[in-house]
C-alpha cells in the first residue's frame, strides 16, 4: 500500500516544481469546474491565463497586473521576512489601513496647499503609521510574552473601525454634500500618487515594491541580519548562541512589515482608490500572506507568486465579464490553487512508498 | 495597441455605426455591488437587466459583473466593460462614483449610468428612487403593530439615503405610536448574511419586536423567523419567501422601466444626461403584497397612504419637523426640498440613535 515517508531533508528539486505542479492541477480541477457550471473548461481557463497577457487588450491589461500585485508583493516581503524567522505577523490589513490613513492624512492636512514636498512626506507618513501599528503587537509580545499573531490580528478589526471614523469624520470630505469618505486626492495634484506613464496606470507603488524585491534579497544573501532571520527561523537555539537578540529581531522584523503594509496602504489610497473610504481595504494583507508562501518566502518567488495572483484576479474578472461566469466560482478557482499547492507541498517534505503489506 | 488608439478605433468605430446602428447589438452593462443571487438590491438590478435583455431581444446585448468591490477594482472592472465595447454601462452603488466619473472620462463615447450619487457629466447620468417613500408606509405599519414599541434598525453606512430611510419611518411611526423607541445598529455593510443576521439578533434581543433593514440580504428575515412574533419588511425586493410572516409588506425597487428606456435612448442616439429621482408615483418604487398579519384597518391606511403619495397629495417630509437637536426644521405644511433630502445628514426630533461621525 502507499505510506509517506518523510525525507531526510527537504527536497529541492519539489521545492522548485511544487508551484508550477500546483497551477497545473489547478487548471484540470477548475477546468473540470468550469464544465460543471456549462462553460468550455479549455475557453474559461485561456480567458484567465491568457487573456490579460496576450487578449485583444493586452496592453491595457499587462500594466494592471503589475497595479494589482504591487501593493500584494509589498505587504508579502515583509511578512516573509518575519516568517522567515518565525515572527509571524498576521495583521498585515490592519497596517495597511493605519499606513493609508496617516499618510492621506498628512496629505489632506495640507490641502489645498502645492509643493514637491507633499508626496514624500506622506510616504514618510504612510510607513510610519504601518509601523507604529506593528509595534503594538512587537512591543507587547517582547515586554509581557503576548501572542503576535492573535494581537496583530485582532488589531485589524480595531484598524478597520478607526477607518470608518476617520472616513466619516476627521477626514471627511467637507464638499462631500454628507456622503462619508475623504476628498478624492486625485484632484490634489500634490497628494496624488499619479500613473507615471500616460495611461498604463503604474504608479510609484509599482516602483516600491520592486524596490524592496531586490531589497530583501540583498538583505537575506549578503546582510547579516538576512542571516539572523534565517537562523532564527531554522535553528532557535543556534541563533542565541550566534548572538541574535530574540527581542530585537522581534522588533525589526514586525517593524519592517508594518512599514512596508504601510507604505502599501498610502500608495494605494493615492493612487488607484484616490479616497479614505469605509471600504477601503479589500483584503490585500490577507492575500499578501498567501503570495508570501506560494513565493516560498523568497522575494524573487514572491514577485512572481504576486504576479500571478494578480493574472487569476484580472484574468477571472475578464472572464467573469466575457464569459458571465459566477464571482464566486473565481474565488473557488483561486482557492484551488492553494489547495493544491500546499497538497503538492508535501511532496517536499515527504516521499510516497509503496509498502507490500507484511504477512502476519 | 496604446490605450489611447485603442480609444481612438473605438470612437471611430463607433462614429461610423452610429448611423447603421440598427443592424448593430448595443451592449449594455451592469457593475453590481453584491451577488446577483441576495435577494435584494443586486438581485433587482439584474432583474431589470433581464428584462432589457427580454424587451429587446436581439437588438441587445447585455453584460455583468458581481460582487465589484467599491475601490480600486471598481475602476478596472468598468474600463474592462468599456473596453469590450459596451454602450452603456449601469453602475449600481454609490462607493462605484468617483470610479465612475474617471473611466467616464476616458471614454467619452460610452454612456455612464450611477445609481444613487450625484456626480454628473455629459456622458455620466444619475439615477435613484425614492425609497423613503416606501420607508413611510413601513413606518406606520411598524408603528401600528408593535407591542414592545421598540423598532430595530439595521442600517447600512450613514449615507443620506440611509439617514432619510429612517427619518421617513420614524416619522410615520411616532405619528400612529408616540410611544415608539427606534434602535438603529450601523452594519457598515450593503451585504453580509452573517452580519446582518447577528444585527437582528442583538435588535430582537434588545426587545425589538419589528425589524426594519437596509441591507440587502433575506438573513434578518431568517433571524426574525427563528425568533417568532417579529415582523420584518422585503428591502429592495419582495423576499416573498417570508410571507406571510415574518416578512408583512416590502419595497420594491423597480429598475426595469428605467433600464428599458434608457438603453431605448441609446439605441436612438437620443442619450443625454439626466438626474432621475423617480418614487411611487411612476412606479420605480413598489410596495409588495401587505398580508394578512396585518390588521384590516391598518393595511387599509396603508393603502390610502400609498395612493396619497402616488398621486402627490401627500409628502413624507411635512412640516411642522423639527431636527434631533430641537432646531426647526419644516414649518407647519411645509415640505422638505430635494436638495435638502439628498444631502440629509442629520435625524429629526425624537430619534434618541446617533449618526456615528
Redesign the interface.
Known sequence: MLTLERRPQPSRTWSAVAPVLAVVITMIAGGAMFAALGQDPVEAIRTIFWEPLFGEFASYYRPQLLVKAAPLILIAIGLALGFRANIWNIGAEGQYIIGALTGAGVGLAFYPAESMLIFPLMVLAGALGGWAWAMIPGLLKVRFGTNEILVSLMLVYVAEQLLAKMALGLLRNPEGRGFPGSRNLRDYPSAHNAELFANTGIHWGVVAALIAVIFAYILLTRHVLGFHIRLAGQAPRAARFAGVAPARLTLICLGLSGALAGLAGLFEVAGPAGQVSIDFNVGYGFTAIIVAFLGRLHPVGILLAGLLMALTYIGGETAESNLGLPAAAIQMFQGMLLFFLLAVDMLTHFRLRWKTAEVA | ????R?LGAAALTLGLALPALAQDKTKV?FIYVG??GDGGWTYEHDQGRLAVEEHFGDQVET?????V?????A???I???A??GADLIFTTS??FM?ATM?VAQKFPDVKFEHATG?KTADNVSVYSARFYEGRAIQGHIAGKMTESNIIGYIAS????EVIRGINAAYIHARKVNPEVEFKVIWA??WFDPPKEADAATALIDQGADVILQHTDSTAPQAAAEKAGDVITFGQASDMAEYKPTPRVSSIIDNWAPYYIARTQAVIDGTWESTETWDGIAPGMVEIGEITDAVPADVREEALAMIEAIAAGEYHPFTGPLNKQDGTPWLADGEVADDATL????FFVEGLTAEI??
Open positions: 495597441m496604446t490605450l489611447t485603442i452593462g451577488p446577483v453584460v455583468f459583473r458581481e460582487s468591490p467599491e475601490g480600486a477594482d475602476e478596472r472592472a474600463t474592462q466593460m473596453l469590450q454609490f462607493g468617483d474617471a450625484f453606512f450613514p449615507i443620506p457598515y455593510t439628498l444631502g440629509m445628514d456615528p461621525n
